[in-house]
């Protein structure tokens, strides 16, 4: 069988002619080993905490906050872009507290250790009859983490991950542990649902479940215009739906999830880090010449089937993403949403030959959390990535203020450059989730610079 990778590397030599230049990786770059104790999944960011610490009990853990000096940030996965847990006090992890803590079958409410990761609870919630509602597009992510941030999913008739708490436990900043949800202590509930790691120690979490169920997840290639033709209908018709651009290609495909009985199965799987660096090879050797470089990624794309798996829900929201990079999402309007995608299109097109990841465009339902970037509003969330050892700044510094003038709020745990003062006319209850951050922790234990400059 003739691989796709060879077709495409053929393609892109016949197209490069004479100058096929090869290229020389940054060996050096790749193999440099740096000293740091701390740093996030694409490296942008990094510290040099005085202690690191995984308690093994929720007592240690009391024990290590109430006598811990100076800051104390938790890191669930490092899997956030944003400035959210560098200190240079103490990072603790609960990745030694982790698993399935108790179910009720009747309710479908399951209480489980935050520091879980989403990846180790499909089965053990599967077994207890039960499943999450919806998940992201990796399951690498401590549930901590993706509370902590609105990490989401797609599906315009189903909110982000925060919207599933039925109610927490967490401990303060003397050490306490506090239990908070609707009924008791229903103003901390509020907060903490989306915090940052700004209020405590989050050590559980009780979720509203649905039964388990089966997933069909089919992605379709198509060209730009017809994925935006057909976006607003797809979003209602489908449980799930996305839809990602290749640039300087022309065309793109739809994701669509839906709930299946039928048995259990996949068609051929396209490997989409393989995918990825094909994309990278074409702009390495075409960057010159777009027309070029769009001919042959369209004709790359002509080739591809589409897609079809048919799996348990938590075996089939996710992908693994192996070749890194550094994001930045806003979450707009989705009335606005398409008519931002265009001039994001036009932008990265005219003015950034250099990108080649993907753009991602999902769907998400409005909710009432105070920190939700989804806070009173349905909305279309669209994501650029820059690849992790290039510079993500130029390419996002065109593309922020297309989001922004869309009204657009980013994803806590990707990159922006938005200030308090952004943040505080962009949220109805920002007030008020300061206030019980400042009653819970008065001496801003849990504030490192960058959420001091939020909150503090
Ligand atoms: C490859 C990749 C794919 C992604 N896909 C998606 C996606 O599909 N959808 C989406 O919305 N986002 C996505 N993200 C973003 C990611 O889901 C969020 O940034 C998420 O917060 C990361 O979780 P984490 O466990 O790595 O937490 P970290 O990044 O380590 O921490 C995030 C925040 O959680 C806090 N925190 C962690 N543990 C606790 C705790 N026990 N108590 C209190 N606070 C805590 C930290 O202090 C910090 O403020 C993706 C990121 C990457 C790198």
Redesign the pocket.
């Given at each position: 069988m003739i691989k796709r990778r060879s077709v495409l590397a053929a393609l892109v030599a016949a197209a490069a002619g004479s100058q096929l230049v090869p290229r020389v990786l940054a060996a050096a770059d790749a193999a440099a080993v740096r000293p740091i104790p701390w740093r996030?999944?694409?490296g942008s960011q990094q510290c040099l905490p005085a202690a690191r610490s995984a308690p093994a009990t929720v007592a240690e853990l009391q024990e290590l906050i109430a006598s811990a000096k100076g800051t104390v940030?938790?890191?669930?996965?490092?899997?956030?872009?944003t400035p959210?847990?560098p200190t240079d006090g103490t990072i603790v992890s609960?990745s030694r507290i982790s698993g399935l803590v108790s179910h009720d079958s009747q309710t479908r409410h399951a209480t489980l250790w935050?520091?879980s990761r989403l990846g180790d609870i499909g089965q053990p919630l599967e077994d207890a009859g039960q499943a999450l509602v919806n998940m992201?597009?990796?399951d690498?992510?401590?549930l901590?983490?993706?509370l902590?941030?609105?990490?989401?999913?797609t599906g315009a008739g189903i909110g982000?991950m925060s919207t599933f708490i039925e109610g927490l436990q967490?401990v303060d900043a003397r050490g306490d542990l506090v239990d908070c949800d609707a009924n008791n202590n229903p103003e901390l509930f509020q907060a903490a649902k989306v915090?940052?790691?700004a209020l405590?120690?989050?050590?559980q979490v009780r979720l509203q479940n649905v039964a388990p169920y089966r997933l069909r997840r089919e992605t379709v290639w198509r060209s730009f215009e017809e994925m935006l033709e057909l976006a607003d209908s797809m979003a209602e018709q489908h449980r799930n739906f996305e839809f990602y651009y290749i640039p300087f290609s022309g065309m793109g495909f739809t994701d669509v999830h839906d709930i299946t009985d039928e048995p259990l199965g996949s068609t051929e799987k396209i490997d989409s880090n393989e995918s990825v660096q094909d994309l990278k090879l074409a702009r390495d050797w075409l960057q010159g010449s777009p027309k070029l470089r769009e001919l042959v990624l369209s004709s790359i794309v002509k080739t591809l089937d589409d897609e079809v798996m048919v799996e348990s829900s938590w075996k089939n929201y996710a992908s693994e993403?192996n070749v890194r990079f550094n994001?930045m999402e806003y979450h707009l309007p989705r009335e606005l949403g398409l008519q931002a995608l265009r001039e994001v299109r036009t932008a990265l097109e005219t003015q950034h030959p250099e990108v080649f990841f993907p753009i991602e465009v999902r769907f998400i339902k409005g909710d009432d959390i105070w920190l939700s970037p989804f806070h009173q509003r349905d909305t279309c969330s669209i994501a650029v990535h820059r690849y992790f050892e290039e510079d993500y700044k130029p390419y996002f510094k065109t593309i922020e203020p297309i989001f922004r003038k869309y009204e657009g709020r980013p994803?806590w745990?990707?990159l922006n450059t938005l200030q308090r003062e952004d943040f505080r006319k962009l949220y109805p209850r920002w007030d008020d989730f300061v206030e019980v951050r400042r009653t819970v922790d008065p001496n801003g234990r849990f504030l490192n610079p960058y959420l001091a400059g939020l909150f503090g």
């Open positions: 996030n999944w694409s940030r938790a890191v669930g996965a490092g899997h956030s872009f959210l847990v609960l935050a520091g992201p597009d990796i690498e992510q401590t901590a983490g993706c902590a941030t609105a990490t989401h999913g982000c967490l915090s940052l790691g405590g120690v989050i050590t993403r994001e994803h745990g990707k």
